[in-house]
């Protein structure tokens, strides 16, 4: 007599064609769609009414320039470069001032941030000193730093870092202050120390808040290298803004920002990317996919 062992029937996984997730999808690829033509009807609008008002004269292209002028611009100094060197180094320099402030930033303004959220006390004694350096203007501080530290890397880099500091540190402050008291006390229930609190409850339930300030950071990174550029360097884009000003180089000045827009969106999909990554272990609805507006 012999025995057969049936093994267990295993579920099906759901149908790909469900038509319930086949319709959510196209409604997804609907939206992204109509928002993509809506994007590009504004950018040719914009464009085209901007190029038909300074070809009939109705406003003077050597103050606001044109999209064509632009163009030629870029193109020239794509060939010949610009008074500074190659396009591309000037790119370059400013993108490497910007990533490295960004880096410095980012690390110092966590470290602080929780530093200042688990320590009461310190956070106190600080408070005052940070908030009257972060009310100072930051084109004071680009000066002072240019004069301690010359027309070099160094000076943008941490004039890049100062702007960036700030975003991340007071996301980095309230999302500690925000983590659930409970899971802090159960921890310590569990005979955990201080730095595995902070290393296994605190940083991840204040990830969300560091990773959403990463996105203005980003930006405000290249804010700094430019203005920095702008007050004092030898390279970068800031400087052949600076240049294209003061020659009244209306496509210079335009055809520079454009490039810093290019970079800014470039930077900021990267890091939408980083973002989905480091948070994949969100629900769906908390890591807000379907919300609205900017």
């Avoid at 496509?251 to 970079?263: E, P, Q, S, T, Y």
Wanted: glycine share 10%; hydrophobic share 55%; aromatic share 10%.
């Amino acid at each position: 007599m012999s025995s057969t062992i049936t093994p267990a029937r295993q579920p099906e996984p759901a149908a790909d064609n469900d038509p319930i997730a086949v319709a959510a999808r196209r409604r997804a690829t609907r939206y992204r769609q109509t928002v993509r033509a809506g994007q590009a009807v504004f950018c040719v609008t914009v464009i085209a009414v901007w190029q038909i008002l300074a070809h009939f004269k109705i406003i003077d292209p050597f103050f606001f320039g044109s999209p064509w002028g632009i163009v030629l611009r870029l193109v020239d100094w794509a060939e010949n470069g610009t008074a500074y060197g190659s396009l591309w180094l000037q790119i370059w320099v400013t993108m490497e001032e910007a990533l490295l402030g960004f880096a410095v930033g980012v690390v110092s303004g966590v470290f602080v941030g929780v530093l200042l959220g688990e320590f009461k006390m310190l956070s106190d004694i600080m408070s005052p000193y940070i908030k009257m350096v972060n009310a100072l203007p930051r084109i004071v501080l680009g000066s002072i730093f240019v004069i301690w530290l010359g027309l070099g890397l160094a000076s943008k880099v941490l004039l890049a870092a100062v702007l960036v500091f700030f975003v991340v540190f007071f996301n980095a402050f309230e999302g500690v202050r925000s983590v659930d008291r409970n899971f802090i006390a159960n921890a310590k229930i569990l005979g955990a120390s201080r730095w595995q609190i902070v290393r296994h409850v605190v940083l991840p339930s204040a990830m969300t808040w560091i990773i959403a300030s990463l996105h203005v950071a980003l930006g405000f990174s290249i804010i700094g290298a430019i203005v920095g550029e702008f007050l004092g360097s030898q390279r970068g884009l800031g400087l052949v803004i600076s240049t294209a000003q003061n020659n009244f180089d209306s496509d210079g000045v335009f055809g520079a920002m454009l490039i810093i827009g290019l970079l800014a969106i470039t930077a900021e999909a990267v890091m939408g990317r980083a973002e989905k990554k480091l948070l994949a272990w969100r629900p769906q609805s908390a890591a807000g996919a379907d919300r609205g507006g900017l």
